[in-house]
């Protein structure tokens, strides 16, 4: 309780000239004693006096004249002091001292009233301000009690959508290496196909082989053009995810300043060290948001992050099927291409065998027709003898005398000896020509068969070649990106 004012000593309202007693000091008040003090945000109440007081008359000095040192009354009266009918009655004496007693009474009643009242007032506001303070105690507990279940939400949020990013990113990147994988077999089929061009003659056909080439590489192209999309999309989605983690981040920041700031605030008390006036702080009004925008604005940021986070497990979903899909699809494309390979291979092998028979049959046949060609020129050149021997005796007989010329049995025989050996001999000028345009053609075969030997063994090499490069395929793990 704080003592405001000051108590002051009454005196009579005057002193007459017949009054021989002395002044009295004036007392020590409670303003010596009590020092007034100040409420904040208060007038100073040093002006406030009780509605009713004495007058406080300075009783001025008196001389040597009228009092001595001793303070005692003179024994000798001024001479000119106040007539009899100056002084007062004892009546008005005593009407005097009952009225400065009710005077009094009434002060005092009135103060302690004062004292009641501002007693009781200031144990109200004391409760009224115990009763605020626990309010606002409260309400920053209540506050810190919801800051930190949107901060436990925020990070469970931002801790879900970090797995959710990093697995994002692990499905980037496995598409990206299947993409990567799948270069070595598109060139290799490539390569294929190029080597496949320098086959020879009718063998530079367009067979199962270079059919299932053609679709591997397509697939190929098709299968990387597909998943370097599909990693771009998802390339777009990490941004949208980092988006959504900064507004994470950000909102889970400031709530953990302001959780800061209010348990600072909650744990300040009347007796705190940094506590200080701050005149008009609460005329200012900085907030941007209530209690309603502000949950809904932690709201949209999760339920943002969690839109992401849906997004973010479709596209997952989406690559993992595309590379088993596309791992499937480009297995059996090899495997068709190696089949078709393999079966091309036994197809040549096998021709090049039946060629190479062949060719061993010509050549047996070619040396049998030389032999007869052989046999042939000497049985012309044997019947060339017999032939000139009857022509030598019809030239002779020719030569015969008159008519000695007769047309008897040796000259018929001579005649038909000379024209049966020519025609033997026309007959086999004819066989040894045949046997001649015979062996032509065996060589022109032989020559040929070597030339097919030669273009089969070629397409053989290339095919084999070919699948010596097929040899090395991408596993399943590459070809899905785990590798």
Known sequence: MEFLGNTQVASYCGRRKGCLFPDLAPTSTTKDTYQSCCLPGYRYLNSWRPSQLHKVVLVPDSSDKEFNSTGRPPTVLPALRSSLHARYSTRDWHHANTVQLKGSEASRYCAGRLNADSMRLMQNKDQLTYLMQEDSRRSLGER?????????????????????????????????????????????????????????????????????????????????EILTKLAQKIDQQLGINRDAQHALEQDLSDKNTACFIDEKCFNLNNTSNSINFYHGVEKT??????????????EDNIRCSQHARANSAKLREEAEVRLESKSEEIWNHFISTNLAFNNRIAEVADAKNKLQAQLGKILQEIFQTEDTIMLLERAIKAKEYPLKAAQTRLEGRTRRPNIELCCDAPQLQLVTEVYTTDD????????????????????????????????????????????????????????IGYA
């Open 285 to 298: 009004d900085g907030t941007v948001s209530n209690p309603e925008t502000w949950a809904k604005f932690s």
């Open 144 to 224: 810190i009690t919801n800051i930190d279940f949107w901060r436990s939400e925020l990070i469970y949020e931002l801790e879900c959508l970090l797995k959710e990013t990093q697995a994002l990113e692990t499905a980037k990147q496995r598409l990206e290496c299947a993409a990567d994988a799948l270069q070595g077999p598109l060139k290799t089929a490539l390569e294929c196909l190029y080597h496949r061009e320098m086959r020879k003659g009718i063998d530079l056909v367009h067979d199962d082989v270079e059919k299932n080439l053609i679709k591997e590489v397509d697939a190929f192209k098709d299968c990387q």
């Open 424 to 479: 033997t001999l026309q007959t086999l000028k004819r066989r040894l020509q045949e046997a001649r345009d015979t062996l032509q053609m065996l060589i022109l075969n032989k020559s040929n068969l070597e030339h097919e030997i030669s273009v089969k063994a070629n397409s053989f090499f290339i095919d084999k070649k070919c699948m010596d490069m097929r040899k090395v395929f991408p596993s399943t793990p590459r070809l």
